[in-house]
């Protein structure tokens, strides 16, 4: 049984479980997903492989779209680059990433499952309205931009397909408005998992057109930067895109809110984990495989690379027309999906700010701000791909990694300050490896952050300009950890946002308490040096990009 109260808090008293942090009863009922339904309150032990597989088939979605999503129109051109350019030597980066992905988004299911709070609104709770319009203006900014960029892919795709462009766009945006506008989760989720089937289409592509076995698993397996140090910075910036299009910071919005409109619990946490696994083999494969034939076309290709298009070109002069209206096929079916995401991302993130209902569980007349939301930012990134010229498309794109590479220290930031806090996750906190390598990812987010601004404003950044920054921000890290253990020594305990000796057990059934029983978290005045420093750099770092892209629009 579920009760609101008077603050719009869902209390679940099922089983006589304490009040919870969950703010919506359409977030509280039974698991409907797409390929199975369980039912609230179904605490029954899965013995035997079938019952486990039927509960894994019933909760996949949320980490299987958050990371097909992220192989979307900017990933192809990204991994098309690192193909046609370097070909398979830059395939290492992509098993790099296999744990940054994993630790990031398994932090943020194990949020959404045990607070049954969106992303977004947290920050603004935990952290106050200062800190929590820095990362939801940041994300706004970032989606909408992103968006353009999947309505610019598949704009790419139905031309090369032959199809008109107006009609098609139009159409693409009325289909991903009325997915989501049914009212039905699981009819939506049944959309997505499709698209999220079709992203396999890279695979028989692949097989087609298939590249050097040895080459792609000597690029795995030896990490090279191509070019030596006359063509590092060059490397560099494609290495920081493949990050940037790679870890973006809308997943983290966007998985942790579908966790909770799933409403999965803590109970199904080591199946939403498998999920998550999954995924990231899915997305690990396509950006290999389109990096491979990248790879390929570049050899049937004159000039230098230009957008995912070339890729389809150079399939079709290596394999014929099939395989490259099959890779455009492939190319909007991620832009498709990617667009789904990000616009869910950007309003379930307004729906936790407004405080409104925002879940798909409910039809338009429930959540009229939620839906208006998810059409609105959709209307706008189609309407600005019908109207500009290719030339400032072609500016956006790039504009959208710039601003995500330099942005991404930020949401990291967050999440690992709300998964070490004891109030909000108890049990679920953090534990000290995942804190140590969570904060050594952040140290080399924002150098690679740095690297990137610096680039952007100074196209012509030599390789001994990078290692400087890179070394300087080695120096800094060590000496900040370097402090941590000398003061960890004098205190003879821990920081506080290493957990130890904490009582973990009675997981399943822990939830976060009334989001008003927590107040905000009172920072420590290193954390708030800390936090200024870096949003002050982001300020700034992201005013320099835009005045640089506004520039690149205009010609100059």
């Not at 109970?267 to 997305?283: H, N, P, Q, T």
């Not at 010229?389 to 220290?409: C, E």
Request: net charge neutral; proline share 3%.
């Amino acid at each position: 049984m579920t009760t609101a109260t008077l603050n719009g808090e869902v209390r679940d008293t099922q089983h006589g479980a304490s009040p919870s942090a969950v703010l919506d009863q359409a977030h509280v009922g039974d698991i409907k997903g797409a390929f199975g339904t369980i039912k609230l309150g179904d605490h029954d032990e899965r013995a035997g492989l079938s019952a486990k597989l039927k509960t894994l088939l019933a909760i996949v979605g949320p980490g299987l779209i958050v990371m097909v999503g992220d192989n979307d129109a900017g990933a192809f051109a990204t991994y098309g680059q690192a193909g046609h350019d370097y070909g398979t030597k830059l395939l290492w980066t992509l098993l790099l990433l296999v744990p940054v992905l994993y630790v990031n988004q398994e932090m943020v299911l194990r949020l959404g499952a045990v607070t049954g709070v969106g992303h977004a609104r947290l920050i603004f709770e935990r952290f106050g309205r200062f800190w929590g319009a820095f990362s939801v203006i940041d994300l706004f900014i970032l989606n909408a931009l992103t968006l353009v960029t999947e309505f610019i892919g598949i704009t790419l795709a139905t031309s090369y397909l032959g199809l008109p462009k107006v009609p098609s766009v139009m159409m693409a945006a009325l289909v991903i408005v009325a997915a989501a506008m049914s009212g039905s989760f699981q009819r939506f989720e049944r959309i997505a998992l499709t698209l999220c089937v079709g992203s396999l289409l890279l695979i028989p592509i692949s097989i087609m057109a298939h590249p050097s076995a040895g080459s792609m698993t000597h690029g795995f397996v030896t990490p090279v930067l191509p070019g030596g140090s006359g063509q590092m910075a060059t490397v560099m910036l494609v290495v920081i895109g493949i990050v940037g299009t790679t870890v973006a910071p809308w997943q983290l919005f966007f998985q942790q809110s579908y966790v909770i409109d799933k409403r999965i619990t803590p109970r199904f946490m080591k199946y939403e984990k498998a999920d998550l696994g999954l995924g990231i083999v899915v997305v690990v494969v396509g950006a290999a495989a389109t990096i491979g034939l990248g790879a390929v076309a570049a050899a049937h290709l004159a000039g230098p690379f230009t957008d995912a298009d070339d890729v389809a070109r150079g399939l079709t002069v290596y394999g014929g027309r099939v395989l490259g209206d099959m890779f455009a096929v492939a190319l909007l079916d991620a832009s498709i999906i990617g667009a789904f995401a990000v616009s869910l991302s950007t309003a379930y993130a307004m729906g936790d700010c407004l405080k409104i209902n925002h879940s798909l569980h409910r039809g338009v007349k429930q959540a009229k701000g939620f839906y208006a939301v998810y059409a609105g930012i959709i209307a706008f990134a189609a309407t600005i791909v019908l109207v500009a010229s290719d030339h400032v498309q072609g500016v956006l794109t790039v504009g959208v990694q710039a601003l995500a590479g330099v942005l991404l220290p930020s949401a990291s930031v967050y999440l690992l300050l709300l998964c070490v806090d004891k109030d909000v996750l108890g049990p679920w906190v953090n534990n000290r490896k995942t804190t140590v390598f969570t904060g050594s990812v952040i140290a080399v987010l924002v150098a690679l952050s740095l690297v990137l601004t610096g680039s952007v404003l100074d196209q012509n950044i030599t390789a001994g300009q990078i290692e400087a920054i890179l070394g300087g921000c080695m120096v800094v890290a060590l000496a900040f950890g370097g402090w941590l253990g000398i003061r960890a020594l004098r205190t003879r305990r821990a920081p506080d946002f290493v957990a130890e000796h904490l009582d973990r057990s009675g997981r399943a059934d822990w939830r976060t308490p009334p989001l008003d029983q927590l107040g905000q978290v009172r920072f420590s005045v290193g954390t708030r040096v800390g936090l200024t420093v870096l949003r002050g750099y982001l300020a700034v770092a992201t005013v320099l990009v835009a005045v640089k892209l506004v520039s690149m629009m205009l010609g100059h």
